[in-house]
């Protein structure tokens, strides 16, 4: 797993989390910048499922449960599609709202992948 990756997606989530909390109060309805937020960190978490798949054919094995970095990525990969599709249906300042802490939900699940794919156990 490449660790500048990781760090970039982490990023992202918790400025996508950060952005639409902050639209989410300041105006009523989601905007296309909080989707497209959210829509930038779920593209980065499909590149990091890829990356993940082919890693063990190129000897970088996992230092954790692999079960449980999967239940970690398929879980942030159903997540932001599942927040923009209720707030796009709901169209109001707390479905923004609740986009940014499925953003901030996924940067944790984020990095709790990097521990379990680069961090050696003790």
């Given at each position: 797993?490449?660790?500048w990756f990781?760090?970039?997606?982490?990023?992202?989530?918790v400025?996508?989390?950060v952005?639409?909390?902050v639209?989410?109060?300041a105006?009523?309805?989601?905007?296309d910048?909080t989707?497209?937020?959210?829509?930038?960190?779920?593209?980065?978490?499909?590149?990091?499922?890829?990356?993940?798949?082919?890693?063990?054919?190129?000897?970088?094995?996992?230092?954790?449960?692999?079960l449980?970095?999967y239940?970690?990525?398929?879980?942030?990969l159903?997540?932001p599609?599942?927040?923009?599709?209720?707030?796009?249906?709901?169209?109001?300042?707390?479905?923004?709202?609740?986009?940014?802490?499925?953003?901030l939900?996924?940067?944790?699940?984020?990095?709790?992948?990097?521990?379990?794919?680069?961090?050696q156990?003790?």
């Amino acid at each position: 797993m490449i660790e500048w990756f990781t760090w970039v997606q982490l990023a992202v989530a918790v400025a996508a989390g950060v952005l639409c909390i902050v639209l989410g109060f300041a105006r009523r309805v989601p905007s296309d910048l909080t989707i497209g937020a959210l829509a930038l960190v779920e593209a980065l978490l499909v590149v990091q499922l890829i990356v993940a798949i082919l890693a063990p054919g190129f000897g970088n094995e996992p230092t954790g449960s692999v079960l449980e970095f999967y239940t970690y990525l398929i879980s942030a990969l159903l997540l932001p599609p599942a927040a923009a599709f209720w707030a796009l249906l709901e169209r109001n300042r707390w479905s923004t709202v609740i986009l940014g802490v499925a953003a901030l939900a996924v940067g944790v699940m984020v990095y709790r992948m990097l521990q379990i794919w680069t961090v050696q156990p003790a």
